[in-house]
């Protein structure tokens, strides 16, 4: 049982992690209608860079996540202004493709800055640990549910309460009507990718503190679309929720299937199971809206 | 549309025919002659390229007809042509089949697998698809990797070479006649598919779903046959590419090749038989340009930047083509013709 619960715990933690990283792929699926493919190359910057500006430059953890911050906002600006931007309004598959080739080149980017090699921060992070009864709650987990909490509330707070996050609301309502009362859907854009390159990047640092920064960092980001698909491919509540479920259920089930199977790895095939069944029996997600197509 | 001035067709088997004029068939027959001659002219290594090239197109061809002419975008297509491989590499070395036998099996094999990753296909489209086709990429890989006493896991598994009767096709040579012949009848066939009932009810499920199944298009049966059709061409690469090697491994069938594979189509031009052999060439073209630049590169800047400089011009090729050539390289390839046909005047009538 205790076994169980510290999956659970564990699991509950990593999931916050997968559901802020799907947070930001919901926003820009919301505002722009594009889906992300390269959300999981965000999250691989963000662990490289947090190595970089942890460890090479040895700065403390506010100002290395300040920087890393900073360093997103310029890539998701760049990103939108030059790849994004000139697609608008092209079929599905231009943009679905367009994040494709920007996952291999920030990858190939990542490979040329940092040699696609193991980098451990582990440790670097403040340590607190938790004890609950049996349970023991290792101090990144803890960060990481911290930080992927606070990150999620001040996101919930900006849609509500700031012009640029109502602007963004009604942009995924209905774009024609955002346009016709002044609202510049191009800067609505610019912000959306500007947020999810954020979320990634923090995601990245986190997971970083958690495992090391390395290239399999960027799967992350498949796994994040088993928690939007989970969840509902256009509902913030959905990815949280869907990011908590998919953490606990990939750990509990690794945790114990992997001594059973020879290969092992189910971790990095189970969210692809969930994927299949839930796009069999439920393609909208939990909380998705249903399309009603006309022709 | 196409042919030189005053050339008229009387019947509509002249019309619909893919060869139209002489011209047309004497560019057939050099491209033939150059096709079989190559060996006698080219060292091992070109051959090689070419080989693989072949690969390439056939298994373009299949993902064209699924995601070019039916709309069903797949990002699993390595992962079936790993079934189609792995089925076909299985049969001659674990129950001696010959490489005959075993390869329109392992194609069997692979298009059984599409129709099964296709079923959701009838209840989804686009980026749900491509999640789901993605999943099967993953699924298909981590399976094999699971049947260990079968498939032989990550250590791969060694085939014999294929043989025709007591002809061993171990040489490069041997091997590039192999596969061309398989190449062009497979364009021939890819090309000859899209004319059919069939294509044409692909074309329109890709234009709109909703109204292709109005007319009385079975989406159910023609989504079903693009998956299976498709993958059927991805089995038969898949086998190729595995008795090439006379080894079979998860490695050769990666999820970035399903990926290039969707590059290749775009660069080439979507939805067009000409446009999947452009594009196949080009990419194969480039990934060569990347393995020569790539060393001296690497000498110059940094060791891992060959590895990076294949990542960034990959994608950097496709977003140019999605930005500034969406209709791909056989649209430009077409404007060309038509500049030269028309010239001195800028278009017909």
Known sequence: MTFFLQLVVTGFALGMIYALIAIGFVIILKCSEAFNIAQGHFVLIGGYLGYTFLVTLSLPIWAALGLAIATAVVMGLLIERLTLRPLVGQPILATIMVTIALATILGGLATLIWGAEYKAYHGLLPTITLKVGAISIPSESLIGLIVSTATVVILMLFFRYTKIGLAMRATAEDLQVVQSVGIKATTVYAVSWVISSVVGVIGGILLGGVSGANMELAEVGLKAFAVVLLGGVNSIGGAIVGGIILGMLENVAAGYLDPLLPGGGLAKVFPFFVMIIVLIFRPYGLFGLVRIERI | ?349
């Not at chain 2, 070395?93 to 329109?104: I, R, Y």
């Not at chain 2, 192999?178 to 598919?193: D, E, G, P, Q, S």
């Not at chain 2, 899209?194 to 329109?204: N, S």
């Not at chain 2, 196949?280 to 891992?304: F, H, R, W, Y």
Request: charged content about 10%.
């Open chain 2, 1 to 349: 549309m196409g042919s030189r001035f005053g050339t008229f067709h009387e019947s509509y088997a002249q019309d619909m025919a893919v060869f139209r004029t002489r011209g047309d068939w004497g560019v057939l027959f050099a491209f033939l002659v150059f096709l079989s001659v190559c060996p006698l002219f080219f060292s091992d290594r070109v051959l090689t390229i070419m080989t693989m090239t072949g690969i390439a197109v056939i298994s373009v061809h299949g993902l064209n007809i699924l995601t070019g002419y039916c709309g069903q975008i797949s990002m699993g297509h390595a992962g079936f042509m790993a079934v189609g491989g792995y089925t076909s590499a299985i049969l001659c070395a674990k129950l001696g089949w010959p490489f005959w036998a075993a390869l329109p099996c392992g194609a069997l094999a692979a298009g059984i697998a599409g129709l099964i990753f296709g079923l959701p296909s009838l209840k989804i489209k686009g980026f749900y698809l491509i999640m789901a086709t993605i999943a099967a990429q993953f699924i298909i890989i981590w399976t094999i990797i699971q049947l260990r006493s079968t498939t032989g896991g990550t250590d791969g598994l060694s085939v014999p070479r294929p043989a025709i009767g007591s002809i061993v096709l171990s040489s490069k040579t041997n091997y590039f006649y192999l596969v061309m012949a398989f190449t062009c009848l497979a364009t021939l066939l890819a090309k000859n598919i899209v004319r059919t009932r069939a294509g044409r009810a692909f074309i329109a499920i890709r234009d709109n779903d909703l109204a292709a199944e109005v007319m009385g298009i079975s989406l159910w049966s023609y989504k079903l046959q693009a998956f299976f059709i498709g993958c059927v061409y991805a089995g038969v690469a898949g086998s190729l590419l595995v008795h090439y090697f006379a080894f079979a491994s998860t490695d050769q069938f990666p999820f970035m090749d399903s990926v290039w594979y969707l590059g290749m189509l775009i660069v080439g031009g979507m939805g067009n038989t000409t446009g999947a052999i452009f594009g196949a060439v080009a990419l194969k073209l480039l990934d060569e340009l990347v393995t020569m630049v790539g060393p001296i590169l690497s000498a110059a800047v940094a060791p891992q930047a060959a590895a990076s400089l294949a990542l960034i011009s990959h994608g950097l090729i496709i977003i140019i083509f999605l930005i500034f050539e969406p209709r791909g390289l056989h649209h430009r390839w077409e404007m060309i013709k038509a500049y030269f046909r028309l010239w001195p005047f800028s278009h017909e009538e």
